[in-house]
């Protein structure tokens, strides 16, 4: 059975950093692409961004390029957001997600399995 174990996520002040931490299991992380969405009340979920498999490319949404970075351990089976200088925009629910690929893209079209998020709030 697949399953996400989103954590990390919890409330900072305006330029704090927090670091998220998806756990999988049930299926073999290193084939494919994973990605971390956000959605934060009243908006649509966007595309915060992606590693492919091998963890060799990368890609951000420009909101977050040079604050954030994804990384991946399949050796751990586990991918992580590191998020700094974060703004009180970037408050919302993350949730990681598999690709049906090996590459990655931000269109929420291209994953098939989702986690249950993690609330990261950005606050003063």
């Known amino acids: 059975q697949l399953q996400f174990v989103e954590s990390g996520g919890g409330l900072v002040q305006p330029g704090g950093s927090l670091r998220l931490s998806c756990a999988a299991s049930g299926f073999t992380l290193n084939s494919y692409a994973i990605a971390w969405f956000r959605q934060a009340p009243g908006k649509e979920r966007e595309g915060v961004s992606c590693?492919?498999?091998?963890?060799?490319?990368?890609k951000y949404a420009d909101s977050v390029k040079g604050r954030f970075t994804i990384s991946r351990d399949n050796a751990k089976a586990t991918v992580y957001l590191q998020m700094n200088s974060l703004k009180s925009e970037d408050t919302g629910v993350y949730y990681c997600?598999?690709?049906?690929?090996?590459?990655?893209?931000?269109?929420?079209?291209?994953?098939?399995?989702w986690g249950q998020g993690t609330q990261v709030t950005v606050s003063s």
């Open positions: 590693i492919s498999s091998s963890g060799g490319r990368t």
């Open positions: 997600a598999k690709s049906l690929f090996r590459l990655c893209v931000l269109s929420s079209q291209q994953y098939d399995y």
